[in-house]
């Protein structure tokens, strides 16, 4: 099995956490480190209490943010660190709260609380803990299941249906069959969470690289139908998009995969809470995205550049690449900015102003021939010159 490396913060805190009583490194950080994935957080648990733990890190700017559940946060060169007390969980509410804990010494025992194998694994600084001998077989044959009862584990809190899904997927690991089978029977539960905490864990399974398998493993535990009812239409060809632009484009625009979620079905989106620039970002693309293929001319491409902008034309351009060459497309916009191309009303070289000397002082008159002007020059770029203008304005008056 891999060994452990720490860093050299780690290894500090750690060594901080020994000195005053028990100290493990926990969770995520092990895991990755055991799959051979590098890291991006770390977290401690310890036997000592909140109190105690403040004292010692006193200079570390802790904070506390559980303080019912024992856990302050450190901040350390640059970096923010969670340190919460072993404890046993003894209730939860249908709502995922958990109304009664008990603190603890044991390791293992706090061990047993978590949800998946993968993730009860903790680290003293010289050997690994494992909730059990299963835990240790799981990593080692890249095995996800949920600890002890799967059941019981989703009924304690249904959003680790979701975080099975997204960390199969973004680990590349094999779900268990039997934790496929608890999470398809109680695929209902998922209800029971808010709409924020879905949507959290959604979008960070559309910002990885496995997105299309995350969505294909939504779609087939009857998940999918649950979050978004209507997402499932055509879900193959969406699924085989997400995985074009999970090979083609290695970025985390969640927008660009609500997109393919959303096509023909623009009434999930609802289902959502989106702040308000990615809401109108995602239906200016939906709205206009079946206009892509019929854009042939300069002239139709600065119209759309109006409606939508730039760089929305160009995420737009992006989706339509799974099953469209857009390379004309691309050229031809490029070409545009580069030429600096007139597109908007403030790229005349007119104003209302100008319009007025002619006599024209109806408001809506003005801005019927600003347009006017700006139809002229979208067709003809050399058009735009204020003398050239005002003398088309004038002979159209």
């Given at each position: 099995m891999k060994e452990i490396t720490l860093t050299k913060d780690v290894k500090k805190i750690l060594h901080i956490l020994n000195a005053n009583g028990k100290g493990y490194v926990v969770g995520g950080y092990i895991r990755d480190t055991l799959l051979g994935i590098k890291p991006k957080d770390c977290d401690f648990c310890t036997d000592m209490d909140y109190e105690k733990l403040k004292e010692i890190f006193k200079d570390y700017c802790p904070k506390e943010i559980g303080k019912a559940f024992g856990i302050i946060q450190i901040y350390f060169r640059g970096n923010t660190y969670e340190i919460a007390k072993l404890r046993k969980d003894i209730e939860f509410t249908k709502q995922r709260n958990i109304t009664e804990i008990k603190f603890i010494n044991s390791i293992e025992e706090d061990l047993q609380r978590r949800d998946f194998t993968v993730n009860a694994i903790a680290f003293d600084g010289k050997k690994l803990i494992f909730s059990s001998e299963i835990g240790r077989y799981d990593i080692e044959k890249k095995i996800l299941r949920f600890v002890g009862d799967a059941n019981r584990r989703i009924d304690e809190d249904p959003l680790r249906i979701l975080r099975a899904i997204r960390i199969a997927s973004e680990k590349n690991l094999k779900l268990l069959l039997e934790s496929k089978k608890a999470i398809?029977?109680?695929?209902?539960?998922?209800?029971?969470?808010?709409?924020?905490?879905?949507?959290?864990?959604?979008?960070?399974?559309?910002?990885?690289?496995?997105?299309?398998?995350?969505?294909?493993?939504?779609?087939?535990?009857?998940?999918?139908?649950?979050?978004?009812?209507?997402?499932?239409?055509?879900?193959?060809?969406?699924?085989?998009?997400?995985?074009?632009?999970?090979?083609?484009?290695?970025?985390?625009?969640?927008?660009?995969?609500?997109?393919?979620?959303?096509?023909?079905?623009?009434?999930?989106?609802?289902?959502?809470?989106?702040?308000?620039?990615?809401?109108?970002?995602?239906?200016?693309?939906?709205?206009?995205?079946?206009?892509?293929?019929?854009?042939?001319?300069?002239?139709?491409?600065?119209?759309?550049?109006?409606?939508?902008?730039?760089?929305?034309?160009?995420?737009?351009?992006?989706?339509?690449s799974c099953d469209y060459d857009i390379s004309f497309l691309k050229n031809k916009i490029d070409e545009i900015y580069l030429k600096n191309d007139p597109i908007q009303l403030k790229d005349l070289k007119i104003k209302g102003g100008d319009i007025i000397s002619l006599g024209v002082t109806d408001g809506l008159e003005i801005k019927k021939y600003l347009e006017f002007g700006l139809k002229k020059v979208l067709k003809n770029p050399e058009l735009n010159n204020k003398d050239i203008l005002l003398k088309l304005i004038k002979e159209d008056l």
């Open positions: 398809f029977e109680r695929r209902e539960t998922i209800k029971r969470v808010s709409i924020e905490r879905i949507q959290e864990e959604l979008f960070k399974m559309l910002r990885g690289e496995k997105s299309a398998e995350a969505i294909g493993l939504l779609n087939l535990l009857g998940i999918l139908e649950q979050i978004l009812p209507n997402a499932s239409k055509n879900i193959e060809k969406k699924i085989e998009c997400l995985k074009f632009l999970d090979k083609n484009y290695k970025n985390e625009d969640v927008v660009l995969k609500l997109v393919i979620l959303f096509l023909n079905n623009q009434e999930d989106i609802g289902n959502l809470k989106l702040d308000g620039k990615r809401e109108k970002i995602l239906k200016d693309i939906l709205i206009n995205f079946s206009s892509i293929e019929m854009l042939k001319t300069d002239y139709d491409i600065k119209k759309m550049l109006q409606v939508v902008g730039k760089e929305t034309l160009l995420k737009m351009l992006q989706i339509k």
